[in-house]
């Protein structure tokens, strides 16, 4: 099994940055994309950007395009969503996943994060 922990949640005001980060553990660790997921307060949770195991290909929701940025550092195990530019709107509970392609589909990921809290204050 793969374990993943979310960091870097918090609170921001609108205009501003964070990022957030996860780090899988685990007996399981191998060959993943990893992708981010978001539910905000009183909505389903939705697709936020997802990244290749080596990198090279990258997806991210129209929502967050060009103001979120994927990456990892599989030195580090670690996968990155830097945001920027951040609205009340994106305030939701962030979550990290583990799988065998990148995709939009939460049904893709085999593995899930417990979540980091983000709140973005008008």
């Known amino acids: 099994q793969v374990q993943l922990a979310e960091s870097g949640g918090g609170l921001v005001q609108a205009g501003g940055s964070l990022r957030v980060s996860c780090v899988p553990s685990?007996?399981?660790?191998?060959?993943?994309?990893m992708g981010w997921f978001r539910q905000p307060p009183g909505k389903e949770r939705e697709f936020v950007a997802a990244i290749s195991f080596s990198g090279d290909m990258t997806h991210s929701a129209d929502s967050v395009k060009g103001r979120f940025t994927i990456s990892r550092d599989n030195a580090k195990k670690t996968v990155y969503l830097q945001m920027n530019s951040l609205k009340p709107e994106d305030t939701g509970v962030y979550y990290c996943?583990?799988?065998?392609?990148?995709?939009?589909?939460?049904?893709?990921?085999?593995?899930w994060g417990q979540g980091t809290q983000v709140t973005v204050s008008s």
């Open positions: 996943a583990a799988g065998a392609v990148v995709s939009v589909h939460e049904w893709r990921y085999e593995y």
């Open positions: 685990g007996r399981a660790v191998g060959n993943y994309a």
